[in-house]
C-alpha cells in the first residue's frame, strides 16, 4: 500500500531563516507530486507540482522553491522566511488515469515568528 | 476561469440529524468533483470524487454527494451526523494542466460542528 509521508511534523522559525520541507511517497512509481499551501483557516493553495525526476513547476509566487531529487521525494525550501509563510504546508500525489484524484500527507504546520 | 464557492461558513446540527453542505463550481469542461474532510491539525482525506456515470456517489463514513449538472452543484450530504464528523470540508473541482499533472481547485471550506 501507497504512504505518504511528510517531515517535519511542525516548525517554528525566525524571519529570514531557511527552511526545507519534505516529504516522500512510498509504494508508487513514478507519482506526481504537488505542494499545497493553507493558511490558518483558509482554503488550500497550490504552490508547485512534478511529473518527473527533476521537473518542478511552479503555480504561485511565494519567494518559495522545490524540487525533486528522487522519484519519492519532493522538498519544499527558501533561503529566507518571511512572516506570510506561516500556515500549513500539504504535500499530495497522485497518478496518470486516476481521474485526478489526489492524496494528502498529513502536513507540516509553519510558525514563522 | 475554474471556481468552487461553498456559501456556508460553518453549518452546526444536531447528531443523528441530516445534513447538507453546499457546494457550486464553474468550469468550462466536464469536471471532476471531490470532496475532502481535514479533522483538526491534520491533513485532507478524501471523501468521495465525481467523474462519471451516476449522479449520485456514494463515499465513505456514509457520505454521498449528488452531481447536478444544471444547477453547477455538487452538494455533500448525509442521513445521520455523528459527532466524530465535526471538520472542516472542502469542496474542489479538478483543472487539468492539459497532460503536465492536474491541478485541484479549492472552495474555502465549510467548518461542521456537531451538537451531541
Known amino acids: 500500500a501507497q504512504t505518504i509521508h511528510q517531515w517535519p511534523v511542525a516548525e517554528i522559525k525566525a524571519v529570514g531563516s531557511p527552511l526545507s520541507l519534505g516529504c516522500t511517497i512510498k509504494g508508487k512509481s513514478s507519482p506526481n507530486l504537488y505542494w499545497y499551501w493553507q493558511a490558518t483557516g483558509g482554503t488550500l493553495q497550490q504552490l508547485f507540482y512534478s511529473i518527473t525526476v527533476g521537473q518542478v513547476e511552479s503555480v504561485v509566487q511565494l519567494n518559495l522553491s522545490a524540487s525533486r531529487p528522487k522519484d519519492d521525494q519532493f522538498i519544499l525550501s527558501t533561503e529566507k522566511l518571511l512572516l506570510s509563510h506561516s500556515g500549513f504546508y500539504l504535500c499530495?500525489?497522485?497518478?496518470?488515469?486516476?481521474?485526478?484524484?489526489?492524496?494528502f500527507g498529513a502536513g507540516t504546520r509553519l510558525s514563522v515568528l | 476561469a475554474q471556481s468552487v464557492t461553498q456559501p456556508d461558513a460553518r453549518v452546526t446540527v444536531s447528531e443523528g440529524a441530516s445534513l447538507q453542505l453546499r457546494c457550486k463550481y464553474s468550469y468550462s469542461g466536464t469536471p471532476y468533483l471531490f470532496w475532502y474532510v481535514q479533522y483538526p491539525r491534520q491533513g485532507l482525506q478524501l471523501l468521495l470524487k465525481y467523474y462519471s456515470g451516476d449522479p449520485v456517489v456514494q463515499g465513505v463514513n456514509g457520505f454521498e454527494a449528488e452531481f447536478i449538472k444544471s444547477n453547477s452543484s455538487f452538494h455533500l450530504r448525509k442521513a445521520s451526523v455523528h459527532w466524530s464528523d465535526s471538520a472542516v470540508y472542502f469542496c474542489?473541482?479538478?483543472?487539468?494542466?492539459?497532460?503536465?499533472?492536474?491541478?485541484?481547485?479549492f472552495g474555502i471550506g465549510t467548518l461542521l460542528s456537531v451538537k451531541p
Open positions: 474542489a473541482v479538478s483543472a487539468n494542466y492539459g497532460s503536465s499533472g492536474n491541478k485541484l481547485i
Open positions: 499530495a500525489w497522485s497518478l496518470w488515469g486516476s481521474q485526478n484524484t489526489l492524496y
